[in-house]
């Protein structure tokens, strides 16, 4: 099966800007995760999607966002860019028949706010 | 609350060494602990885990162990290879049955010297 894949790799903004970021799963898995990965923070999770809904938010702030397709691809947000929102975003994917399953990573997009 | 600490932050050693790295969960924290490596400019990998039902989980060179008195688990490396070197990243999961989210430490930066 293919991986995680995730779209763009790479990514330049400028402040105040949005950008939006994507993360298709494993073929099958229905739960997706996404999360932040900055040398000071480590890695923060974001939220949590199963079957189109969202099931669990972390603490971010609301100009951060996502949502989930019919098909489990999933999209996230981040809307009036600040610098601080440079990061690496990591969507992880998950097959879901328990809750506690193996969360396999995407590449990642690496953004970077100017 | 909902965290995981990870001791120590950097570890250096010779090609051959054993290597372990510790991390103490909070309370509320359930029963499925996750081992992540990430390579430089690499997405993280699931190395290993353990759910709560077991004290040790072994896989070749690897090991870890779960202490759910003390609240903390270790991950242990035996024979270290230079291409052990990476950041490692453990986990807790927090959550219920339906809901839930991975916690990761700060990261272990391993570096094995040949």
């Known amino acids: 099966k293919a991986g995680v894949t995730q779209t763009p790799r790479y990514l330049i903004k400028t402040r105040g800007q949005q950008v939006t970021l994507s993360c298709s799963p494993i073929?099958?898995?229905?739960?997706v995760s996404w999360y932040q990965q900055t040398p000071g923070q480590g890695l923060q999770f974001l939220f949590e999607y199963f079957s189109e809904t969202q099931r669990n938010k972390g603490n971010f702030p609301g100009r951060f966002s996502g949502r989930q397709f019919s098909n489990s691809r999933s999209e996230m947000n981040v809307s009036t860019l600040e610098l601080g929102d440079s990061a690496l975003y990591l969507c992880a994917s998950s097959l879901e028949v328990r809750v506690q399953e193996t969360q396999y990573f995407g590449p990642g997009t690496r953004l970077l706010v100017l | 609350g909902e965290n995981v600490e990870q001791h120590p932050s950097t570890l250096s050693v010779q090609e051959g060494d054993s290597a372990v790295i510790k991390c103490t969960y909070s309370?509320?924290?359930?029963?499925?602990f996750p081992w992540y490596k990430q390579e430089l400019g690499k997405r993280p990998q699931l190395i290993i885990d353990i759910r709560s039902n077991v004290g040790e989980k072994k896989d070749q060179r690897i090991a870890v162990t779960l202490n759910k008195t003390a609240k903390h688990f270790s991950l242990h490396i035996t024979e270290t290879q230079p291409e052990d070197s990476a950041v490692y990243f453990c986990a807790a999961f927090y959550g219920s049955s339906n809901t839930g989210k991975l916690i990761f430490g700060q990261g272990t930066t391993l570096q094995v010297k040949p």
């Open positions: 309370d509320s924290a359930s029963n499925y």
């Open positions: 073929s099958g898995h229905r739960s």
